[in-house]
């Protein structure tokens, strides 16, 4: 085994270290990229983006119409009164950020989707 040395000692025999290079030039700066919409900007044929947008709004209002539904399924499994946890339409309403009177709506669309034992739209 080696003998303890003191600190001081320990930094003196620590090999020195060299300073930076100076730059010789600038980093560029970080330039915020624009925000891209499915990249619809770059778009200049307005009969290209008017299409491509279409289909955009086309599927976006597809979704929302498949994520209401799904909505819909799930109020109403919260709500079936065979749940010992079931939840009433004002606790339902106040998750989902919707009025009481929403809720039992989509409470009741959402029992004859699943009555109905239709899979939401694709």
């Known amino acids: 085994m080696s003998e303890p040395q003191s600190a001081g000692e320990a930094r003196e025999a620590a090999p020195r270290r060299m300073k930076p290079a100076p730059l010789l030039f600038e980093p560029p700066e970080a330039v915020a990229e624009a925000e891209h919409f499915f990249d619809l900007e770059s778009i200049d044929d307005p009969r290209e983006l008017l299409s491509r947008a279409t289909e955009l709004t086309l599927a976006f209002r597809a979704a929302a119409d498949r994520a209401t539904e799904f ?7 919260l709500a079936d009164p065979k749940r010992f ?4 339409a004002s606790a339902i309403g106040e998750r989902a950020d919707w009025a009481e009177d929403y809720a039992q709506k989509m409470i009741e669309f959402g029992r004859g989707l699943l009555r109905d034992g239709t899979p939401p739209t694709a």
Do not use: E, P
Not at 71 to 77: I, K, N, T
Not at 85 to 88: G, I, N, P
């Open 71 to 77: 909505q819909a399924m799930a109020a109403a499994l």
């Open 85 to 88: 946890d079931r939840l009433s």
